[in-house]
């Protein structure tokens, strides 16, 4: 396979090239995780499985703050992720409810009627948030959101359609 590679009278000059396995590997991880050649070259830099997959030797390379600082030259600050997904279902509904002349309702709540229920009775009860978060399973976020605006959360319940669910 490697005599089909090579041209016939080219005279080798320079660095050597890349083996033809190596160059195989490289496109695997190329297609398979849709890299750019930019993020290619940067994931064999700071991967250590992309590496061992690479057959690449085991160099350390740069260290953390030199790869820190390339990979935020190279995703402009932050990486694209959840967040960007997250904002745009946001978006398509809610221009969704501006075509059907709709009000945007947001997300459905995280809780069930029945756990919104248990957190007000054992907030009444003088019941720690640490407890709280054990009997209903619920984070702690969520049971502050419903002890400081109760009545925000039972329209949310109401609105978002979680009345049917239990918890």
């Known amino acids: 396979m490697t005599g089909d590679l090579r041209q016939q009278g080219v005279q080798e000059t320079g660095r050597l090239g890349l083996q033809a396995e190596a160059v195989l590997r490289y496109a695997l991880l190329k297609q398979y995780r849709q890299l750019s050649y930019e993020e290619l070259a940067f994931h064999l830099e700071d991967s250590a499985s992309f590496r061992a997959f690479a057959r690449l030797p085991s160099d350390p390379g740069p260290d953390a703050a030199s790869r820190q600082e390339r990979a935020h030259r190279l995703y402009g600050g932050h990486r694209p992720g959840p967040a960007e997904a997250t904002k745009e279902a946001q978006h398509a509904g809610i221009n969704l ?29 003088a019941a720690g948030v640490s407890m709280i978060t054990h009997a209903t399973g619920l984070s702690r976020q969520t049971i502050y959101r419903i002890k400081h605006d109760a009545a925000g959360s039972e329209a949310a319940l109401i609105s978002g359609g979680s009345e049917a669910s239990t918890g």
């Open 97 to 125: 409810a501006k075509a059907t002349g709709e009000r945007y309702k947001g997300r459905k709540p995280s809780f069930s009627r029945g756990q919104f229920e248990t957190v007000r009775n054992m907030l009444g009860q």
